[in-house]
Antibody, heavy 123, light 108 residues
């Protein structure tokens, strides 16, 4: 069974930093694109960043470029998101999501999702 | 930045057909995907590559795409289909992904 478990969320002051982690199990982590998606309280989903299988390709939404860094450790079956220079508008539940490798090719489209970790940016 | 536009809400009676639209300039060249999110839960993929249904998703869910608009259709909507629905796609470069603003489906 595919499992994605996020951790590392919490309360942080504006300008502060956090590192989110996502522990993956139940599938061959190194074969899959991985994605971070966030959802502000009462708002819609927002794609944040994704990373390819070996970490050589990384893409970000414009609003986090230069502040957030996505990374992965395939030996540890783990995905990370480093959040720096945090702003109030970064307050959200952050979901880790895995891509899909059915049909003979691998896609970055989020298929498997964790339950999310809440990041609150407030003084 | 690229945007996908959805209606904020759609309301139908049980057994009726619900249609949720998603418009975006790159949709003629990029696939649309649809997610269902019930309150307090993580999203679930219900349609991929415009019109394909993952295993375990009821047959009443279908998708189509024409020009700059993709459509999620729920034929014979049921009370348990009440949820927020999001379309998802990529910009013309393929590198930026985006969700639509979401549509709240009410079935009552």
């Amino acid at each position: 069974e595919v499992q994605l478990v996020e951790s590392g969320g919490g309360l942080v002051q504006p300008g502060g930093s956090l590192r989110l982690s996502c522990a993956a199990s139940g599938f061959t982590f190194s074969r899959y694109w991985m994605t971070w998606v966030r959802q502000a309280p009462g708002k819609g989903l927002e794609w944040v960043a994704n990373i390819n299988q070996d970490g050589s390709e990384k893409y970000y939404v414009d609003s986090v470029k230069g502040r957030f860094t996505i990374s992965r450790d395939n030996a540890k079956n783990s995905l990370y998101l480093q959040l720096n220079s945090l702003k109030a508008e970064d307050t959200a539940v952050y979901y880790c999501a895995g891509g899909d490798c059915s049909g003979g090719s691998c896609s970055s489209v989020p298929v498997s999702w964790g339950q999310g970790t809440l990041v609150t940016v407030s003084s | 930045s690229y945007e996908l536009t959805q209606p904020p809400s759609v309301s139908v009676s049980p057994g009726q057909t619900a249609r949720i639209t998603c418009s975006g300039d790159a949709l003629p060249k990029k696939y649309a995907y649809w997610y269902q999110q019930k309150s307090g839960q993580a999203p679930v993929l219900v349609i991929y590559e415009d019109s394909k249904r993952p295993s375990g998703i009821p047959e009443r869910f279908s998708g189509s795409s024409s020009g700059t608009m993709a459509t999620l259709t729920i034929s014979g909507a049921q009370v348990e289909d009440e949820a927020d629905y999001y379309c998802y796609s990529a910009d013309s470069s393929g590198n930026q992904r985006v969700f639509g603003g979401g549509t709240r489906l009410t079935v009552l």
